[in-house]
């Protein structure tokens, strides 16, 4: 039918620029699969195998890879096959849903905005939640957009799973639910608010009970700064839309949408912005946007603004089209990087390492498989607790020493300086590993067994503790 031609096409397009950016795969979506993989065998639900920890901020995300890990397959090559198909999926809907309601111009218009957009299809193959977030976000955005609303239930299913996945959607999804209550019967406002709270009070009991705290570890591990925030928002609402589709947003006649996303925004902003590559907090919302700056230009059609629309609608494409550009082979690099050097240092700590500290707890920690002593703090409660902001913790030297690692991997911009003693003399690392550097015990107790070039700019050396013989 000519009406999902439009749909299929932004399905079609989201899938192939996430197939093109497929070696990429970031590095904590590694730690959601270990933790899939641990509970999938019965070690429990932590980061090492035994150990009950937090580590994952939306706990529904561990779930693809269960099911997967059941079944032998790869717990990240599932969950980023599920995240891509769910953020294309994402896309359709929402174009379909233009096309029904004002036509082929809206349909097509959003389809051009949505499909073009690299971080649908780039994070939503990354292995993280987004992908699911996005279907579910879009999804509720559908329910409570309709005239009358007709399924209250999905619209609570996807709110309470929203609660699941990505805190800072929470708002955007609240103000969802606030506009519904206000247009349905008092019967579905019941069944609508309940299905939300369950969704919120399930996962604070969950919580609770295991962790004897509210707030994710992410929240302390990686403290975000308002102005970082701010400063992430505004970057991302340049690239995303070259502030011409936002313009056109601002045109639409859907207020109430327009209010969810402006929350979103504020949300992002007010959580610090996110410290990973790209765009990922927005993602869930760029279906949303692109209908909403689709129908912005088809308000400007129907004002006899003819000229102006097809401008801000090209204008609104051009650094979304540059950013596949640019982005889309460097995303592919550092997965290739990984294959090449990353999987050499994973084998190689296999080998020889029982114990190690580390930064980087992603990609090493699930291949190598072995105890991890999270320097980031991101899967560990005393290190991320620590004082000191994400990479730069204040981990003192008992503390570490406590944990007994036999290994320690550092990281460097620049190639390591190491004396004929094996000592690292100098070296451009994080903040807590060049405090790791320079402990007494470390300085005493541990030699460089082996540098990896990673990365032009990305350097690792692997120290063992002496008595430990690695060649």
């Not at 999905?154 to 708002?171: H, M």
């Not at 006649?253 to 959580?271: C, D, P, W």
């Not at 790791?436 to 067994?449: E, I, K, L, P, T």
Request: net charge positive; proline share 4%; charged share 15%.
């Amino acid at each position: 039918m000519p009406r999902l031609l439009a749909s299929f096409v932004a399905f079609v397009i989201v899938v192939a620029l996430g197939v093109a950016a497929w070696p990429y795969t970031v590095d904590d979506a590694y730690i959601v699969g270990r933790f899939a993989m641990n509970l999938a065998s019965g070690d429990g639900y932590g980061f090492n195998p035994g150990h009950t920890g937090d580590g994952v901020t939306g706990p529904l995300a561990v779930m693809p890879g269960v099911l997967a890990q059941w079944v032998g397959i790869d717990a990240v090559a599932a969950a980023k096959v599920f995240g891509l198909f769910c953020a294309a999926l994402a896309a359709a809907l929402v174009v379909q849903r233009a096309y029904e309601a004002s036509g082929a111009m809206l349909g097509w218009f959003t389809c051009c905005l949505v499909a073009l957009t690299p971080t649908l299809g780039i994070w939503g193959q990354a292995g993280l939640e987004t992908g699911g977030a996005t279907l579910c976000f879009s999804v509720a955005v559908l329910a409570a957009s309709r005239e009358p609303v007709t399924n209250v239930k999905l619209l609570g299913l996807c709110a309470a799973a929203i609660a699941w996945l990505r805190p800072e959607l929470l708002p955007a999804t609240w103000v969802l639910i606030a506009w519904t209550i206000t247009r349905v019967t008092k019967r579905e406002r019941i069944v609508l608010v309940s299905l939300c709270a369950i969704g919120v009070i399930g996962i604070v009991v969950f919580r609770l009970a295991m962790f004897g705290t509210l707030v994710p570890l992410s929240f302390f591990a990686k403290p975000g700064e308002l102005g970082a925030g701010a400063g992430y928002t505004l970057r991302a609402l340049v690239v995303h839309t070259t502030l011409a589709g936002a313009i056109l947003a601002a045109y639409s006649t859907k207020r109430a949408l327009q209010s969810v996303l402006v929350v979103h925004l504020l949300a992002v902003a007010l959580a610090g912005g996110d410290w990973m590559p790209g765009y990922r907090l927005f993602a869930p919302v760029i279906p949303l946007y692109a209908w909403l700056a689709a129908d912005g230009a088809l308000e400007l059609f129907r004002k006899q603004r003819r000229a102006l629309a097809p401008m801000l609608l090209g204008l609104a494409l051009v650094l979304p089209v540059l950013d596949i550009v640019v982005e889309l082979p460097l995303a592919r690099e550092a997965g290739h990087s990984r294959d090449r050097v990353g999987h050499e240092v994973a084998s190689y700590l296999r080998s020889h390492a029982h114990r190690v500290a580390l930064v980087d707890v992603g990609y090493l920690a699930y291949r190598s498989n072995l105890t991890v002593v999270d320097l980031g703090g991101v899967t560990d409660a005393a290190m991320g607790r620590a004082r000191g902001p994400y990479l730069d913790k204040r981990i003192s030297e008992a503390e570490l020493r406590a944990r007994e690692p036999d290994t320690i991997v550092l990281h460097s911009q620049t190639p390591f300086e190491i004396d004929g003693d094996g000592r690292v003399r100098n070296m451009r690392g994080y903040g807590v590993e060049q405090r790791v550097g320079r402990m007494r015990w470390v300085h005493d107790n541990f030699r460089v067994a082996r540098v990896f070039r990673y990365a032009p700019n990305y350097h690792y050396a692997v120290l063992f503790l002496d008595g430990i013989n690695a060649h």
